[in-house]
């Protein structure tokens, strides 16, 4: 992490300086490693669920396909949809899982190489017409595997309470009012989000 992007978000705003001083360095951590595919996957299992219910799915899923550290698109499109749904996946994500593949298949979603030199714009354009991937699901995408620095997931739970609990709001604030706030986050705001997740352990 740069301590030009720690300077920049101190500087224009006192109230995340002070969070940042209490959380301590900025450890975002990627996975590089996965590709677009393997990601869109594993953030539709998680979605509506807690990180250790959403864990066994997945690794029930992986299950499926002993010789294989993670299945292909052709994998999971050749798999019946109630073997799927036997790894613990909800109608919705089985067949969310299924159009991703396919998908991917037909060239849609991109490749690690091609997805490198897309926008932010560009790449939540290609992927939110999917089936169970909405703008929240891409930037998990932009954060954590492709390490973009500039992306505020304004839909966020536990950004917007991580905000509230650091600007002393009774209630959440709205993503357009998240976003407001945000605009002199700029070019930082996946740092900035990174800090108000933290800012939720420091409370519990």
Same mark, same amino acid.
């Given at each position: 992490?740069? +301590?030009?992007?720690?300077? #920049? ?14 959380? @301590?360095?900025?450890?975002? +951590? ?20 807690? @990180? ?9 899923? /992986?299950?499926? =396909?002993? /010789? ?6 052709? *994998? ?5 949809? $109630? ?33 490198? /030199?897309?926008? $932010? ?14 703008? %929240? ?18 839909? *966020?739970?536990?950004?917007? /309470? @991580?905000?509230? &609990?650091? =600007?002393?709001? +009774? $209630?959440?604030?709205?993503?357009? $009012?998240?976003?407001? #706030? @945000?605009? +002199? %986050?700029?070019? #930082? ?10 800012? &939720?352990?420091?409370?519990?």
């Amino acid at each position: 992490m740069s +301590k030009e992007a720690i300077r #920049h978000l101190a500087g224009a705003d006192r109230v995340l300086g002070r969070l940042m001083k209490k959380v @301590g360095p900025y450890a975002l +951590k990627l996975r590089s490693r996965r590709s677009p595919f393997q990601a869109l996957v594993q953030s539709v299992v998680y979605q509506q669920l807690n @990180g250790r219910a959403a864990a066994t799915i997945l690794g029930r899923v /992986k299950a499926l =396909y002993p /010789k294989k550290r993670f299945p292909t698109p052709e *994998d999971i499109v050749a798999t019946p949809e $109630e073997r799927l749904r036997s790894a613990g996946l909800s109608r919705a994500k089985t067949a969310a899982l299924k159009d991703i593949a396919a998908k991917t298949i037909a060239g849609v979603v991109p490749t690690s190489r091609a997805i490198a /030199k897309m926008s $932010e714009a560009e790449i939540l354009e290609r992927l939110t017409p999917l089936r169970g991937v909405g703008p %929240w699901t891409v930037e998990m995408l932009l954060i954590f595997t492709l390490g973009r620095t500039d992306v505020l997931p304004a839909t *966020d739970y536990g950004v917007r /309470k @991580g905000f509230a &609990l650091t =600007y002393g709001l +009774k $209630e959440l604030p709205t993503p357009k $009012e998240l976003l407001a #706030h @945000g605009e +002199k %986050w700029r070019p #930082h705001r996946t740092t900035a989000a990174w800090f108000l997740w933290r800012a &939720l352990d420091l409370s519990s």
